[in-house]
């Protein structure tokens, strides 16, 4: 495989302070969104003014079938019982052959949500969990060549 090829089959390696938390097979909310305030100016009625006033970060949420690892993802969030404490989380997205393509830093991490799987004997499907986390920005994570 060429070096330069996209990442298409993608698993994102999570970590929270540097402890690994698993491979995750989906990845959704990284995103950030600059909110605009519009102020309309007397006497002009050629434009409105968009003015820019604070970054917004959506939540991220991370799922993956059920494994090993999952006992990492419920002791971290267990822990949070006696008071959550924001940390730093990296999402690295990895091809098939563990290459990190690309790497994302979230400051202050707090969990939100941890939905485990429906166990259901009529309908059999991968049993999945899904962890939820808020965070107030996105940095550029490092990527190892």
């Known amino acids: 495989m060429d070096k330069q090829d ?11 302070d540097k402890e690994k938390l698993g491979v995750f097979n989906s990845c959704e909310g990284l995103g950030a969104e600059i909110v605009i305030e519009q102020r309309e100016e007397g006497g002009n009625n050629g434009m409105i003014w968009q003015l820019p006033t604070r ?4 939540n991220v949420k991370l799922t993956r079938p059920i494994c090993e690892d999952s006992k990492l993802l419920t002791t971290w969030f267990a822990s ?12 690295s997205a990895m091809t098939m052959d563990d290459r990190v393509v690309a790497s ?22 991968v049993a999945t969990e899904t962890l939820e986390v808020a965070h107030h920005g996105i940095l550029p994570g490092i990527v190892k060549k």
């Open 55 to 58: 970054m917004k970060f959506s």
């Open 80 to 91: 949070m019982i006696n008071g959550v404490t924001p940390t730093t989380m990296v999402i």
């Open 104 to 125: 994302w830093s979230l400051e202050g991490v707090i969990p939100v949500r941890w939905t485990g799987p429906s166990l259901n004997f009529d309908s059999p499907k």
């Open 6 to 16: 996209p990442a298409v089959s993608v698993c994102f390696q999570v970590s929270i």
